[in-house]
């Protein structure tokens, strides 16, 4: 069965440094996008991403982040100066069409800033 | 921001019985409603939804109703098994432009064997 998957599992960063977390869509999806859950909270949005360009953001997904797809397999999050306010799950997930579909989730990148 | 919400923190069922788990939302505007499950360390897996044109949608042991007027949705596992044990999430999204998926905040199923 095809799989969103994430790399890597588990990030442990110092404060101020920049990380890249990656992610493979399933290969026939077209809707690209980041979630992340700090411990004990709700999963929630950060960015959506079709057709090569950011389609909405979150008030969370502020300068500091950014998303592109470089080739056309990966997906990738980057955060340019972390904070320990970034801690948290990172999932990546995807979807055949933007809408009414499920959205099928990796396995998720536990990002840890101290 | 509570436009989902999942009031039962956790549940707490025996096995072979019915678990039933609730959501609430706030905003008419959500059209499209997914129920998830998660395991510690995983990332969420889609079960079972159910559109807003709908009323009950049917996936095996897996049933979720939809009460439009009530603005409740439910999810309704039989019988439950201890492998059903996970964190389950109801999410939603809103008619129009937005493709995003808005979660609840998750309610802690233990099936005891």
């Known amino acids: 069965e095809p799989e969103v998957t994430q790399t890597p599992s588990h990030q442990v960063t110092q404060m101020g440094q920049e990380v890249i977390l990656r992610c493979v869509p399933i290969s026939n999806h077209l809707y690209f996008y980041w979630y992340r859950q700090i411990l004990g909270q709700k999963v929630e949005f950060l960015v959506s991403?079709?057709?090569?360009?950011?389609?909405?953001k979150s008030e969370i997904f502020d300068d500091q982040f950014s998303v592109e797809r470089p080739d056309g397999s990966n997906f990738t999050l980057k955060i340019r100066s972390t904070k320990l306010e970034d801690s948290a799950m990172y999932f990546c997930?995807?979807?055949?069409?933007?809408?009414?579909?499920?959205?099928?989730f990796g396995q998720g990148t536990r990002l840890t800033v101290v | 921001d509570q436009q989902v919400k999942q009031n039962s923190p956790s549940l707490s069922v025996q096995e072979g019985r019915i678990s039933i788990l609730n959501c609430d939302y706030t905003n008419s505007m959500f059209d499209y409603f997914l129920w998830y499950k998660k395991y510690p360390a995983e990332g969420p897996t889609f079960l079972i939804s159910i559109s807003s044109i709908k009323d009950k949608n049917e996936d095996g042991r897996f049933t979720v109703f939809l009460n439009k007027s009530a603005k409740h949705l439910s999810l309704h596992i039989v019988p439950s098994q201890p492998g059903d044990s996970a964190v389950y999430f109801c999410?939603?999204?809103?008619?129009?432009?937005?493709?995003?998926?808005?979660f609840g905040t998750g309610t802690l199923l233990a099936v005891q064997p």
């Open positions: 997930a995807s979807r055949i069409t933007g809408r009414g579909t499920e959205a099928f």
């Open positions: 999410a939603a999204e809103l008619r129009g432009a937005t493709n995003k998926l808005i």
């Open positions: 991403f079709y057709n090569n360009e950011i389609s909405e």
